[in-house]
């Protein structure tokens, strides 16, 4: 038993000899190198389409203005700038996409429209753009038709389109929610002022451009005062009475063409009878002038003429008389066959003229015809 306790090992000695431990196992080479090579190869693609997102993502930010328009970026929801920096003009800009920038189209060069919402009857689309209306009911239904009342509590129905223009791009973008709604509501309540500042005649017809330019004033007006950062450029105002009492209006209308028409004839009639007497009156003028300024020449002349015989008549009073009496005699008998001169006598006593009145005249000779030649 203290043999076996001694050599605890000599039981296995004689099995044999004892055997080496296993060597460990060696990595497949191939494999591995193989593996390598694809993860290799996996990041580089992966690294080319990172590189060619991020290109992407930043070419992104490309875009262009076009000439009728400015841009705004708005990074993270505020404008980048102040002011007129912050517009951007017709050309290529760049920004960060989105979400860290967003671009705000502003046209500001073209023309924009909105028509009025109030005032007009109930029609479709399709009615308006064939040019046609629904038929009128019995009576105006408040609830579907709408209308303005006239500063004589008549009702017409008017609408409006207006053509306007952004002239404040960062006003009218970004200080409303929706700028266009508060045009047209400006564009409303130009109507309603108009229609009260006119009668119902003198908005249907007799001053329909008057009402137009009191439209487009209200609305300016009201632009400015909220400063809405856009100038009108043209408006359009349509006016009618209802319809159904639209053969009423027509008889009116008729019966005012017809007053117009008489009075601008009476006016016309007037005037020609006016500038007539005019005429006439002036003429009368003209010649009471010119017979005035001959009389007064004429006496002018005269009282010349009297003036300057008056010395010579002081020298010789008789001998002047004489010398005028001759002249007058001579003029006043110029045409007298016979003229007979009777000289005062010496003494003053008055001569005896008798004159024979029964004397026959002369008898005219007749010239002798011119003998005809004798006929062989």
Do not use: C
């Amino acid at each position: 038993m203290s043999e076996d306790h001694d050599h605890p090992h000599g039981h296995d000695h004689q099995h044999g000899p004892e055997k080496p431990a296993p060597a460990p196992l060696e990595p497949d080479d191939t494999g591995s190198r193989a593996l390598s090579d694809a993860l290799r190869s996996s990041f580089f693609i992966v690294k080319i389409v990172m590189v060619v997102l991020v290109t992407l993502f930043f070419g992104s930010g490309f875009f262009t203005v076009n000439p009728q328009e400015k841009a705004v970026i708005l990074r993270f929801g505020k404008p980048v700038g102040e002011g007129e920096q912050a517009l951007l003009g017709p050309g290529f800009h760049w920004s960060f996409p989105a979400p860290i920038d967003e671009v705000v189209r502003i046209p500001i060069g073209q023309i924009q429209s909105v028509s009025s919402s109030i005032g007009w009857y109930l029609t479709a689309p399709e009615l308006e753009a064939a040019k046609t209306e629904p038929p009128p009911g019995p009576s105006l239904n408040p609830a579907l038709d709408g209308y303005v009342v006239t500063g004589d509590a008549n009702i017409i129905h008017a609408r409006a389109t207006l053509r306007y223009r952004v002239t404040d791009p960062l006003q009218n973008t970004f200080a409303f929610t929706s700028a266009s709604n508060l045009v047209q509501n400006a564009l409303n309540n130009a109507l309603f002022f108009a229609a009260a500042q006119f009668t119902v005649d003198n908005a249907l017809t007799r001053d329909v451009t008057g009402f137009r330019e009191r439209v487009r004033e209200r609305v300016t007006q009201l632009i400015e005062q909220q400063q809405l950062g856009v100038t009108v450029e043209q408006s359009d105002v349509q006016v009618i009475p209802p319809r159904q009492l639209k053969d009423k209006f027509n008889a009116v209308l008729e019966a005012g063409v017809k007053r117009d028409k008489a009075l601008n004839e009476a006016r016309s009639y007037e005037n020609e009878i006016l500038s007539k007497a005019r005429g006439e009156a002036a003429s009368r003028i003209n010649t009471g002038e010119t017979e005035r300024t001959r009389l007064v020449e004429f006496v002018a002349a005269e009282a010349k003429k009297f003036s300057d015989l008056l010395p010579e008549y002081r020298k010789d009073p008789e001998l002047f008389f004489r010398l005028r009496q001759t002249e007058t005699l001579a003029r006043v008998m110029a045409n007298a066959q016979e003229k007979i001169f009777v000289a005062a006598r010496p003494d003053g006593k008055p001569r005896e003229l008798r004159i024979t009145m029964g004397r026959e005249p002369e008898k005219r000779r007749l010239p002798e015809a011119p003998k005809k030649p004798d006929a062989h």
